[in-house]
């Protein structure tokens, strides 16, 4: 147990290896993370990656960081025995019980992929560590640039996130729960109306417990629910499946951004057609979305700092 001084909340700290297969393109993953943070909330640099989260015992601060060689989790909770829930989490998060050497040889016999393969071994697809954060972050960032979505998020998450805890270093926000978004979302939420009616739709049905998102959801099921929301499309269910469920087999057909990618490499942009070039990349379409996002452009706040390391 960690000492706070008499301000701080009290938190229990500990700090453990994260065992994965290699290879692993964690570097991308910290891209990534920045690329998408949300100010407050988050925190990347080249060899780490900071948030608060909410868990079942109270909010918590983790960093998973690069230590010679390998990769390791210092995480601080309100509650210890929400540290085995948080490490499950954050592996999810990393993609850390992926086999990268199946993945990579199976798209690695699609000749158009073989070179993506080639460049960036071991790439992982990004999970969620909070199921409804992530709907609520696709649906707030769907049909707008990464940059306008960080600012959007960022806003939204100063006005209805409650603060962080003291020993969060370096954070002050939580991200706003379902529930805070549904009470104060026709106050804040900005942006097109059907949009704003989307949001508000999903996070009042989470509020309400009328939709429930889980690891352990049946995919068909969640896809089907979601769905049914008002102004969820197949792009936003297929999303929160990637994600959420760490479906490995998702193609982001309705991706803009992939579909990009796929034209980059001289893939058809027919949805059709480029739907059935990835049947060849199956049961592993995710990873083979993922490569055709290619590689991000951090931002140029990513760097590091002595005050960021370990």
Same mark, same amino acid.
């Given at each position: 147990?960690?000492? *706070?001084?008499? @301000?701080?909340?009290?938190?229990?700290?500990?700090?453990?290896? #994260?065992?994965?297969?290699?290879?692993?393109? $964690?570097?991308?993953? +910290?891209?990534?993370? /920045?690329?998408?943070?949300?100010?407050? $909330?988050?925190?990347? !640099?080249?060899?780490?990656?900071?948030?608060?989260?909410?868990?079942?015992?109270?909010?918590?601060?983790?960093?998973?960081?690069?230590?010679?060689?390998?990769?390791?989790?210092? @995480?601080?909770?309100?509650?210890? &025995?929400? #540290?085995? $829930?948080? !490490?499950?989490?954050?592996?999810?998060? +990393?993609? =850390?019980?992926?086999?990268?050497?199946?993945?990579?040889?199976?798209?690695?016999?699609?000749?158009?992929?073989?070179?993506?393969?080639? /460049?960036? *071994?071991?790439?992982?697809?990004?999970?969620? #560590?909070?199921?409804?954060?992530?709907?609520?972050?696709?649906?707030?960032?769907?049909?707008?640039?990464?940059?306008?979505?960080? !600012?959007?998020?960022?806003?939204?998450?100063?006005?209805?996130?409650?603060?962080?805890?003291?020993?969060?270093?370096?954070?002050?926000?939580? +991200?706003?729960?379902?529930?805070?978004?549904?009470?104060?979302?026709?106050? +804040?939420?900005?942006?097109?109306?059907?949009?704003?009616?989307?949001?508000?739709?999903?996070?009042?049905?989470?509020?309400?417990?009328? =939709?429930?998102?889980?690891?352990?959801?049946? &995919?068909?099921?969640?896809?089907?629910?979601?769905?049914?929301?008002?102004?969820?499309?197949?792009? !936003?269910?297929?999303?929160?499946?990637?994600?959420?469920?760490?479906?490995?087999?998702?193609?982001?057909?309705?991706?803009?951004?992939?579909?990009?990618?796929?034209?980059?490499?001289?893939? *058809?942009?027919?949805?059709?057609?480029?739907?059935?070039?990835?049947?060849?990349?199956?049961?592993?379409?995710?990873?083979?979305?993922?490569?055709?996002?290619?590689?991000?452009?951090?931002?140029?706040?990513? @760097?590091?700092?002595?005050?960021?390391?370990?």
């Amino acid at each position: 147990m960690s000492t *706070p001084s008499s @301000s701080e909340a009290p938190f229990h700290e500990e700090d453990a290896a #994260l065992d994965h297969r290699e290879p692993l393109d $964690v570097r991308e993953l +910290f891209v990534w993370f /920045a690329v998408h943070a949300v100010e407050g $909330v988050e925190l990347a !640099t080249p060899t780490s990656y900071s948030r608060t989260i909410t868990l079942p015992g109270g909010p918590a601060w983790l960093r998973v960081y690069e230590h010679h060689g390998g990769l390791r989790l210092r @995480s601080r909770v309100t509650d210890p &025995a929400d #540290l085995p $829930v948080l !490490t499950t989490r954050v592996r999810r998060l +990393f993609d =850390l019980d992926a086999d990268p050497l199946a993945v990579d040889r199976a798209l690695s016999r699609v000749p158009e992929l073989r070179p993506l393969v080639a /460049a960036r *071994p071991g790439l992982r697809v990004v999970g969620a #560590l909070d199921p409804e954060e992530t709907l609520i972050r696709t649906l707030i960032g769907q049909q707008i640039s990464l940059a306008a979505a960080r !600012t959007m998020l960022g806003a939204r998450t100063r006005e209805m996130g409650e603060p962080a805890p003291a020993f969060a270093t370096g954070l002050t926000h939580m +991200f706003p729960t379902a529930r805070a978004v549904a009470e104060d979302g026709e106050r +804040f939420l900005r942006g097109p109306r059907a949009r704003i009616r989307a949001v508000l739709g999903a996070v009042r049905a989470l509020a309400a417990g009328e =939709l429930r998102l889980s690891p352990d959801d049946d &995919a068909a099921r969640q896809r089907s629910a979601l769905l049914a929301l008002p102004g969820v499309g197949p792009w !936003t269910a297929d999303t929160v499946r990637m994600r959420v469920l760490g479906d490995p087999d998702v193609f982001l057909v309705d991706d803009g951004a992939m579909r990009a990618g796929a034209r980059r490499i001289g893939l *058809p942009e027919d949805k059709k057609a480029l739907t059935a070039w990835a049947q060849d990349a199956s049961p592993w379409r995710s990873y083979a979305t993922t490569h055709l996002w290619g590689p991000l452009t951090p931002p140029a706040t990513f @760097s590091a700092s002595e005050s960021e390391q370990p």
